[in-house]
């Protein structure tokens, strides 16, 4: 059971992956309920079993400073003394970003997919140095008890260990959203997909996101690609994690909305130091509040490119 340890740790679990049995390549219906850990999988939705892992999170609020875009920009460094916390080094950075929407415009789409995506694009660009971004989808996610965990309108937290893309999963987004006659130039240079992730309308207090830090990750290892299954027939893939023994895990308490979190989701730099994904989940926090609200969420997904 999840127990507080300090202001700064909590105690909890998280749920890993336990690959098939039979060796067999894993696949995840995208619209199935979240694996029971130890329990035996439906195969209409999966075919591999999640274990409930007790481990520590280790709260960064206080001990990083989360600068604005501007800061970022002009390379402004978290606090001396601690480890850097980047896109480059951990696999992730936190930012103070105020959007224009308000938390009733995160209702319609026609808002979202013009207003928030401009500013979602704006602001990756100038937090990255790219030069080009292509937004390829977003997902609210907002629990709604009258719904089913079944229901595409009802988007709960992910509650397993998980990397959102692989090399191939990434190129085909390239190809699919890039402009034809862009993709061999965009593929023949350093691109990556980061995941812009924001709470909306109250602190993400409930169900936070945790984050691995990638100098931890062993991907030869810890990493299995899976087949993502979607309704029309169209496959994607992406990476479940196995426990590792050195990850550590960290997230920002009761983030809140106008600040944004920059995960690293596929890099195509190969040079042994810099990260090249985040695995994240959310997690149930012990030092919740009683009746806090559920949590509210937009996360943004966006293809970068560089010159």
């Known amino acids: 059971m999840a127990s507080s340890l300090s202001p700064d740790t909590v105690r ?7 690959p098939p049995q039979d060796g067999s390549k894993p696949y995840t219906d995208i619209n199935g309920p979240l694996p029971v850990p130890g329990q035996d999988p439906d195969p209409k939705h999966r075919n591999w079993k999640a274990v409930s892992v007790d481990l520590d999170i280790h709260n960064l609020r206080g001990h990083i400073k989360i600068p604005s875009v501007d800061e970022l920009a002009q390379k ?12 480059d080094t951990s696999g992730f950075q936190f930012l103070h970003h105020k959007s224009t929407l308000s938390a009733n415009d995160f209702n319609d789409e026609d808002k979202i997919q013009q207003d928030y995506y401009d500013e979602t694009i704006e602001l990756v660009k100038k937090a990255t140095g790219a030069n080009r971004a292509i937004i390829f989808d977003h997902t609210i996610r ?6 089913t965990a079944t229901d595409p309108k009802n988007r709960t937290p992910v509650s397993i260990v998980h990397v959102d893309q692989t090399p191939a999963s990434a190129e085909r ?7 034809p006659e862009l993709v061999p130039e965009l ?3 350093r691109y990556q997909i980061i995941n812009v992730w924001r709470p909306i309308e109250n602190p993400a207090l409930d169900y936070p996101l945790a984050l691995c830090d990638y100098r931890t990750v062993n991907p030869d290892r810890d990493l299995v690609p899976s087949t993502l299954k979607y309704p029309d ?6 990476y479940n994690v196995r426990e590792g023994e050195n990850h550590k895990w960290v997230y920002v308490r009761g983030m809140q909305t106008d600040e944004v979190m920059l995960i690293k989701c596929y890099d195509t ?3 042994g130091k810099t990260a090249i994904f985040t695995p994240h989940s959310a997690f149930k926090d012990p ?8 949590r509210q969420s937009i996360e943004v997904r966006v293809l970068v490119f560089y010159p």
């Open 12 to 18: 909890t679990t998280l749920n890993y992956f336990v």
């Open 76 to 87: 402004i460094d978290n606090n001396p003394g601690l480890d850097e916390v980047s896109l």
């Open 142 to 147: 907002r629990g709604k008890p009258s719904l």
């Open 173 to 179: 987004r390239v190809r699919r959203h890039a402009p």
């Open 187 to 189: 593929l023949s240079k």
């Open 233 to 238: 027939g169209k496959d994607g893939e992406t």
């Open 269 to 271: 730099i190969r040079d």
């Open 287 to 294: 030092s919740t509040p009683k009746d806090t609200p559920l």
